[in-house]
């Protein structure tokens, strides 16, 4: 195939992917997730009294007052909050109730989030391991200022903070298999489990990311209208063969990681209460939790971070981007090459960074840093909570039937060892269950549980700031929407009758609605 073809991947090409897709969603072959133990083994609770859990309820449920503020609406992470910055240093701060001595713990994990990795052999042991096939030298060129990434709109850029993952139909593994609707899936034999466009020198990279766009224009109520951009993405100067016929790529742009400890913090119970996969109470909204394989606590666990939530954990999501996107070794991925596959000799024989004082090219004390200063990166406070317009976007918001899956508030866990992320009411405006969304946003690439049509739903919160802390930054999975509105009228499946509803708002509500998300 050459390299210019449109890539085939944008509709499901085999009938054995059909055949998966469509049994996730069959009732015949629906999965009880009362059969699993689904705790919370990553976290030390102190269990709630009954008059805790009376406490909690009433402070979570829905508003129906929207003449004012709630109670402590101007703090999304509760006392972890943090003042709204005006530049683009607001997603870069830490939690605001942590002592000196984490503090100090904070900024070394934010040293190592930087960090420039380079090349084996390197004189400077505590930094060499890169590659020898990556997507970035370090964390924060994919999470620009600890924000989104950047889409490629120049055809000679390549990208360090959007990628596209890769895997074809396979079986499921053994230790999952008593998920009965899991879509067994593997990584590609020629590319493994994502696409690298860099590679250390005398290595081809995997491919160059290319991007076009076309228009498509949505009418709008009140003789408004919006542009609407339609992604085709190319996996373009392919240095290790065709894909595979049946190969399935998504493009995924790194997310904002801002409140992500406090998003570990909640109840798995307190997440699951909100699923409802055979929509049950007829609201046409059926959230599903994704699960997980934990080599960490050699368990299932529930789904909570990435874009479909295939990762239960932030340790585990930082160790697995170590060796996917750097192709650095942590003692989770200890594989040195990272996702090198068995045809590419020439990467699985490059020299590496193990075997030295740290054992893997990161070790567990380091990793342990990092994992702490990506639980207590700040979410800033809101902005102009009592302005009036605000007020009647939030009405809006609620109306429209947004909290359907941007569920607004949560209490976090009474955590015995982690007293910046425990029983906190925080607003994260997620739900943190799949959903499907439709054909339009679909990449028809299965992930566990999640079908190709499914999503986990983003967190909200500092939504507003997010072209401040980056303006080149974009919203969505792959960056597609330049702005809020853009957005919102992707949404298709599940959520179309919420996406009509602001499409047929007055422009003095819908303003007014936008206006809410910024307050964010």
Not at 60 to 87: C, K, Q, V
Not at 139 to 162: F, I, L, N, T
Not at 491 to 517: I, Y
Request: proline share 8%; charged share 20%.
């Amino acid at each position: 195939m050459p390299n210019s073809t449109p890539p085939k991947w944008k509709r499901l090409k085999s009938n054995i992917l059909l055949a998966a897709a469509t049994a996730a969603a069959s009732p015949a072959l629906a999965f009880d997730l009362s059969t699993l133990p689904l705790g919370d083994p990553h976290l030390n609770i102190t269990p709630r009294s009954a008059q805790e859990q009376a406490r909690i309820s009433a402070a979570t449920a829905p508003t129906t007052d929207f003449t004012t503020p709630e109670s402590f609406e101007e703090n999304p992470a509760g006392a972890a909050t943090i003042r709204a910055r005006d530049d683009d240093e607001a997603f870069s701060q830490h939690s605001a109730n942590l002592s000196f001595e984490q503090e100090l713990e904070f900024k070394l994990g934010n040293g190592l989030f930087k960090k420039i990795w380079v090349f084996s052999p390197a004189s400077t042991l505590a930094s060499d391991g890169l590659g020898p096939l990556y997507n970035a030298r370090s964390c924060q060129r994919c999470h620009v200022k600890d924000g989104r990434g950047v889409v490629p709109e120049d055809p000679d850029y390549r990208s360090a903070s959007m990628f596209l993952r890769i895997s074809v139909p396979g079986e499921t593994p053994l230790n999952l298999q008593a998920i009965t609707d899991y879509i067994g899936t593997a990584p590609d034999p020629n590319y493994g489990g994502q696409l690298q466009d860099f590679s250390r020198p005398g290595l081809a990279p995997e491919y160059r990311l290319r991007v076009e766009y076309t228009q498509q224009i949505v009418t709008l109520a009140g003789g408004e209208s919006a542009e609407l951009r339609v992604p085709l993405y190319t996996a373009a100067e392919l240095g290790y063969g065709p894909l595979q016929a049946d190969a399935m790529l998504s493009p995924r742009l790194a997310p904002s990681m801002i409140g992500l400890g406090l998003l570990e913090a909640i109840s798995a119970a307190d997440i699951l209460a909100n699923a409802d996969e055979h929509d049950d109470n007829g609201d046409g909204i059926s959230g599903r939790a994704n699960l997980a394989w934990s080599p960490e606590f050699d368990q299932i666990m529930l789904g909570r971070f990435g874009h479909k939530a295939g990762m239960p954990t932030l340790h585990q999501q930082s160790a697995a981007a170590f060796s996917g996107d750097i192709g650095i070794s942590t003692p989770l991925f200890p594989d040195p090459a990272g996702d090198c596959t068995q045809p590419q000799t020439d990467c699985l024989s490059a020299p590496h960074g193990d075997g030295d004082i740290r054992g893997t090219e990161i070790d567990q004390a380091n990793m342990d840093l990092v994992t702490f200063y990506t639980r207590n990166l700040a979410v800033p406070a809101r902005r102009d909570i009592d302005d009036p317009e605000v007020l009647r976007g939030k009405e809006v918001f609620y109306t429209s039937g947004c909290t359907s899956c941007h569920t607004p508030k949560f209490v976090t866990q009474r955590l015995t060892d982690r007293p910046e992320n425990s029983f906190q009411l925080i607003w994260p405006y997620s739900d943190l269950l799949l959903h499907d969304m439709g054909e339009g946003l679909a990449d028809n690439r299965p992930e566990g549980r999640a079908t190709g049509r499914e999503w986990r739903t983003p967190p909200l919160w500092g939504i507003g700031l997010t072209k401040q802390v980056n303006p080149a930054a974009t919203y969505l999975h792959d960056g597609r929407a330049r702005s809020l509105l853009e957005a919102i009228l992707w949404h298709g499946g599940e959520a179309k009758s919420a996406r009509d509803r602001v499409v047929d708002l007055s422009p003095v509500d819908r303003a007014a609605l936008l206006r809410f998300l910024e307050s964010l």
